[in-house]
């Protein structure tokens, strides 16, 4: 299927605006991080009328809940932002997880975690492991651990950990074009990284070390595509086929999948990194079929 007229002129503006040059090299992305940090995490939209949101804080870091206003909650999602573990959340985020709070009835907890390169090694996973046990603690109804990009290799790393320690991280994992293996090994992400028009490899690698520190980059808890994924929860996974993380992505589905866990792959070969998260046909498509997984799971 050919791309829709919005996805093309999305891709268009990314190539035109140049959004891979704050990956170009570890220069530009230790550039673009301190841009973030004078700027800050967006902020999630005020006034909405049918969701409501409130924030905590934890070990001095922002969490946030997001409810339906006037609807019983059926499902409860702990999603964990992308943005290379090294960039805040963005307004991109914030309107992905309103439409599913809306159209899926979800209690979605949204920590703002430890980044690099002010934080590293373990230094996330401790924090999002701490507040997934009180959180799956006080579950009242079906839950899901989410994230997309690095918030969705977190998330995997997370259920491993938590399979490890003998608890069940969720009833579903769903991770948006995950970043699986910082190091990015696979010879297949050189070939598309020419045609990316969101990440570039060098930036991309450089992030990855910056996350890792003094663990190393090959560190399961750093790349869980690394660790044994035996046990975990079935898991919804979206990847683009225009996407350097694309094909490590891949593989670690079919790692899983022969590890006997249960994956629903759903691979769109014309689509960049994070599409779901924007506005085109495309993701419009694929945020209903997060929101039929979810009600699913409340049904």
């Known amino acids: 299927m050919s791309r829709s007229l919005g996805a093309l002129a999305t891709f268009t503006l990314l190539r035109l605006m140049r959004r891979r040059r704050i990956y170009a090299s570890r220069a530009a992305l230790l550039e673009g991080v301190a841009q973030t940090r004078r700027v800050g995490p967006a902020a999630p939209p005020s006034g909405l009328a049918d969701v409501s949101v ?14 339906p206003a006037r609807r019983e909650v059926q499902v409860q999602v702990l999603y964990l932002h992308g943005g290379a573990y090294c960039r805040p959340i963005t307004r991109f985020h914030w309107h992905l997880l309103i439409d599913l709070a809306r159209r899926a009835n979800a209690e979605i907890l949204v920590p703002l975690y430890p980044l690099a390169p002010e934080a590293c090694g373990l230094s996330a996973l401790h924090f999002v492991s701490g507040l997934h046990t009180e959180w799956a603690s006080r579950a009242a109804a079906p839950t899901v651990l989410m994230g997309d990009s690095a ?6 790393a997370l259920a ?13 994992l769903m991770l948006i074009t995950p970043w699986v293996d910082v190091a990015v090994p696979s010879a297949e992400a050189q070939r598309i990284d020419a ?3 969101m990440l570039a490899l060098d930036g991309v690698r450089a992030a990855g070390e910056l996350y890792a520190g003094e663990l190393g980059v090959a560190h399961p808890s750093i790349s ?9 929860p079935s898991m919804t996974m979206y ?9 490590d992505a891949l593989e670690m589905a079919a790692q899983a999948r022969s590890a006997g866990v249960v994956v629903d792959l759903q691979v769109q070969p014309d689509m960049m990194h994070v599409w779901p998260l ?3 046909r495309e993701a419009r498509d694929a945020r209903s079929h997060m929101v039929a997984t979810l ?5």
């Open 151 to 156: 918030g969705g290799g977190l998330a995997l």
């Open 54 to 67: 409130t924030m905590g804080t934890r070990d001095g870091c922002p969490v946030y809940v997001l409810r």
């Open 160 to 172: 491993v950990a938590c399979r490890d320690e003998g608890r069940v991280a969720a009833e579903r």
């Open 239 to 247: 990847v683009g086929g225009c996407d350097v993380l694309g094909p």
């Open 295 to 299: 009600r699913n799971l409340s049904a």
């Open 195 to 197: 045609s990316d028009p």
């Open 224 to 232: 869980p595509a690394r660790a044994d994924l035996r046990g975990l």
């Open 278 to 280: 924007l506005g085109f």
